[in-house]
């Protein structure tokens, strides 16, 4: 229920400053991506007048749809789902400020020629499929270097850090390998000169072991807006 909202968020913020403390990190290091995808645009209005800031969303189509609702409120937006080459014209129509899911050459080289056409540049984090699983979407992690360097040469995009989803597991121990591997990812790619400073990992289950690897934003949206029809699992798996 959206009367819920306020106190599932405090919840969630509750959690996070605890994983930092016990994790020896401040809490300004970490922020909070209210991750949006099947969320009606007048709950997300109440998460955002609690003082949140950071949206997330997985299809072009709903960021389309909340659009005139929510671009009255102060917020800023990431694309956190699969992008399809064909759908980047569409997607830069909506004062989108970071893609997280940046994740082959393909799409980098389309989105650059995009936005020198339309004279903008975009943040962007590279996601790595640091689980192995076919059904993730992401850049193999042994391909981190070369492809980071690659798209380093674009101007327009700004690689600002990396982005995974951790494996489906009630075990932590598992969970924390993929975020250990993007850890990895990152210290390589500063080594190159590459400013991948921000990991984007962790969500409603696992955040406290992505706070304890280094997350810089951790994703979570059930726990605040409550269960969809489908588990998180269903909605990343995905094409838009």
């Given at each position: 229920?959206?009367?819920?909202?306020p106190?599932?968020?405090q919840?969630i913020l509750?959690?996070i400053?605890?994983a930092?403390?016990?994790?020896g990190r401040s809490r300004?290091e970490?922020r909070l991506?209210?991750?949006?995808?099947?969320?009606?645009?007048?709950?997300?209005?109440?998460?955002?007048?609690?003082?949140?800031?950071l949206i997330?969303?997985?299809?072009i189509q709903?960021?389309?749809?909340?659009?005139?609702?929510?671009?009255s409120?102060?917020?800023?937006q990431?694309?956190i789902?699969?992008l399809?080459?064909?759908?980047?014209k569409?997607l830069?129509?909506?004062d989108?400020?970071?893609?997280?899911?940046?994740d082959?050459?393909?799409l980098?080289?389309?989105?650059q020629n995009?936005?020198e056409?339309?004279n903008?540049?975009?943040?962007?984090?590279?996601?790595?499929?640091?689980?192995?699983e076919?059904s993730?979407f992401?850049?193999n992690?042994?391909?981190?270097?070369n492809?980071a360097?690659?798209v380093q040469q674009f101007?327009?995009?700004n690689i600002?850090?990396?982005?995974?989803?951790g494996?489906f597991s009630a075990?932590?121990?598992k969970v924390?390998?993929c975020f250990k591997l993007?850890?990895n990812?990152?210290?390589?790619?500063?080594d190159?000169?590459?400013?991948?400073h921000?990991?984007?990992?962790g969500?409603s289950?696992?955040?406290?072991?992505?706070i304890?690897e280094?997350?810089?934003?951790v994703?979570?949206?059930t726990?605040?807006?409550?269960?969809?029809e489908h588990?998180?699992?269903?909605y990343?798996?995905?094409?838009?």
């Amino acid at each position: 229920m959206k009367n819920d909202i306020p106190k599932n968020l405090q919840s969630i913020l509750n959690r996070i400053e605890i994983a930092c403390e016990n994790a020896g990190r401040s809490r300004k290091e970490v922020r909070l991506l209210l991750a949006t995808k099947t969320v009606s645009a007048e709950n997300i209005k109440m998460a955002l007048a609690a003082g949140e800031t950071l949206i997330g969303e997985n299809k072009i189509q709903e960021i389309k749809e909340k659009y005139e609702d929510l671009k009255s409120v102060r917020h800023e937006q990431h694309f956190i789902g699969h992008l399809q080459t064909n759908k980047v014209k569409e997607l830069l129509r909506y004062d989108v400020a970071c893609i997280q899911s940046l994740d082959r050459l393909r799409l980098a080289k389309k989105l650059q020629n995009r936005l020198e056409y339309e004279n903008k540049t975009i943040d962007a984090y590279l996601q790595f499929n640091t689980s192995y699983e076919e059904s993730k979407f992401g850049m193999n992690p042994e391909n981190a270097v070369n492809f980071a360097l690659d798209v380093q040469q674009f101007n327009r995009i700004n690689i600002k850090g990396l982005m995974t989803i951790g494996l489906f597991s009630a075990e932590d121990e598992k969970v924390r390998k993929c975020f250990k591997l993007l850890k990895n990812i990152q210290t390589q790619l500063l080594d190159k000169g590459i400013s991948a400073h921000e990991l984007s990992m962790g969500m409603s289950s696992d955040l406290e072991v992505a706070i304890q690897e280094g997350a810089t934003i951790v994703r979570v949206g059930t726990a605040i807006f409550g269960k969809r029809e489908h588990p998180d699992s269903y909605y990343w798996n995905e094409t838009n």
